[in-house]
């Protein structure tokens, strides 16, 4: 499992481990940079994230089985908030969302073989097993990555600056964009 780090931010990740363990903080995560999760801590119990320093609280608690879960990875994005120390500040907002990659097994792909013999593989008459010489076994490995994304990203394309304002609860903020030099 791979914890990808797609929003503005350099983020920390807290493993919350049962039974009265200390919690285990990594980090920090930089935008746009990844990082595999120590399986011994991913598979004990519950994740937490927010950005660096003292200004935000943790998220809230996130079981990674669950996250990865087949029910929930299917186009899922879930909406993840990290409230600021303080009240007048705004929150950090993200979105998590779950991405499988098939990766071969390392003894076929080092044979050139990854499932063609397999799939060649004919059943012989009276017999509804492949021919062992032919036949290989491969495992299909999976590689997750957890996604950590801006809920709303805005790029200016136009060659003059761009105001918008953002009505959140009532809450009205005025962002003004430059525009985008290529």
Same mark, same amino acid.
């Given at each position: ?5 797609? +929003?503005?931010?350099?983020?920390? =990740? #807290? ?7 200390? &919690? ?17 801590? &991913?598979?004990?119990?519950?994740? #937490? ?9 943790? %998220?809230?608690?996130? &079981? ?7 029910? /929930?990875?299917? @186009?899922?994005?879930?909406? /993840? ?12 907002? !993200? !979105?998590? /969302? ?7 097994? /390392? &003894? ?7 499932? +063609? ?7 012989? =008459? ?13 495992? +299909? ?19 003059? !600056? ?6 959140? @609860? ?10 985008? %030099?290529?």
């Amino acid at each position: 499992v791979i914890l990808f780090n797609a +929003t503005s931010m350099p983020l920390e =990740l #807290r493993f919350d481990i049962p039974f009265g363990v200390s &919690s285990k903080v990594i980090g920090p995560i930089l935008p746009n940079k990844e990082i595999p999760l120590p399986v011994h801590l &991913s598979e004990a119990g519950q994740i #937490r994230w927010h950005p660096v320093g003292r200004t935000y609280l943790w %998220s809230e608690t996130h &079981s990674l089985s669950s996250l990865l879960s087949r029910e /929930s990875r299917v @186009g899922f994005m879930k909406s /993840s908030v990290c409230y600021p120390s303080h009240p007048s500040n705004d929150p950090f907002r !993200c !979105c998590v /969302s779950v991405e499988e990659y098939t990766v071969p097994s /390392s &003894s076929s792909a080092q044979k050139g073989q990854y499932c +063609t013999d397999h799939l060649n593989a004919q059943p012989i =008459l009276g017999n509804t097993a492949p021919r062992a010489s032919k036949q290989v076994l491969t495992r +299909t490995h999976f590689i997750r990555q957890v996604r950590l994304s801006t809920p709303l990203l805005i790029k200016n394309n136009l060659p003059v !600056c761009v105001s918008l304002t953002i009505d959140n @609860g009532g809450v009205a903020h005025q962002v003004s964009l430059k525009e985008v %030099s290529f």
